[in-house]
């Protein structure tokens, strides 16, 4: 059984370019959440995904858009890049008939130069 | 709002010796807890979970949490240490309409001396 996975595995941008990254939930799964995890800091949430709609969102700018596809995957995009951007990107899987656990994937590190 | 402090940035144990790191959270209704540990350059893999029920959880790898209502605590203990329990981790609350939206705390390091 696949847990979560994520791609790329790591990713360099320049400033102002754009950026999308993917993620495919646990088997069984149809709930995905993404986080951002600056260096040295817990992972704060950028927006949840259920039924291919946002479901939920923390406090990130619009720069922030993802997508959920019929097969439950996920995208994360960013636009306008920012240094402060560079991260590790970390996705989360669970599933709405219950038990809140997410299970998170290995993340992509992304730096912005 | 949510939220979860870890008051130590850092704790070096021995091997061999107990293990006791501190997670306080802030909610209104009934949270949601977990621990994670990460290692370096890795995600997130789940130790245990508290939703209800007996306060003292079990989880993998000999770790064990209890829950006391009373002080807003989830603290992570494990009775001896081992190298290879050394990395990050991470306290988090379940939040949000669903309760899946976690908030998480800073982190706590672990090292182990040999």
């Known amino acids: 059984d696949a847990g979560v996975t994520q791609s790329p595995t790591h990713l360099i941008k320049t400033r102002g370019q754009q950026v999308t990254l993917r993620c495919s939930p646990k088997?069984?799964?149809?709930?995905v959440s993404w986080y951002q995890q600056a260096l040295g800091q817990g992972p704060q949430f950028i927006f949840q995904?259920?039924?291919?709609?946002?479901?939920q969102r923390g406090n990130f700018p619009d720069r922030f858009s993802g997508h959920q596809f019929p097969n439950y995957s996920s995208e994360l995009n960013v636009n306008a890049l920012l240094l402060g951007d560079s991260a590790l990107y970390l996705c989360?899987?669970?599933?709405?008939?219950?038990?809140?656990?997410?299970?998170f994937g290995p993340g992509t590190r992304l730096t912005v130069l | 709002a949510q939220s979860v402090t870890q008051p130590d940035i850092h704790i070096t144990v021995s091997e061999g010796a107990s293990l006791e790191l501190r997670c306080n959270y802030s909610?209104?209704?009934?949270?949601?807890l977990f621990w994670y540990v990460q290692s370096p350059g890795q995600g997130l893999q789940l130790l245990l979970k508290?939703?209800?029920?007996?306060?003292l959880v079990q989880g993998i790898k000999g770790f064990e949490a209890e829950f006391k209502r009373s002080q807003s605590s989830f603290n992570l203990r494990k009775p001896s240490v081992h190298w290879s329990d050394a990395a990050e981790y991470f306290c988090?609350?379940?939040?949000?309409?669903?309760?899946?939206?976690?908030?998480f705390g800073p982190g706590t390091r672990l090292s182990v001396l040999p």
């Open positions: 989360a899987s669970s599933s709405s008939q219950g038990g809140d656990t997410q299970y």
């Open positions: 088997s069984g799964h149809d709930t």
């Open positions: 995904y259920y039924e291919e709609e946002e479901r």
């Open positions: 909610y209104g209704a009934t949270p949601y």
């Open positions: 508290y939703f209800s029920g007996d306060t």
């Open positions: 988090a609350v379940g939040a949000g309409n669903y309760g899946q939206n976690f908030v």
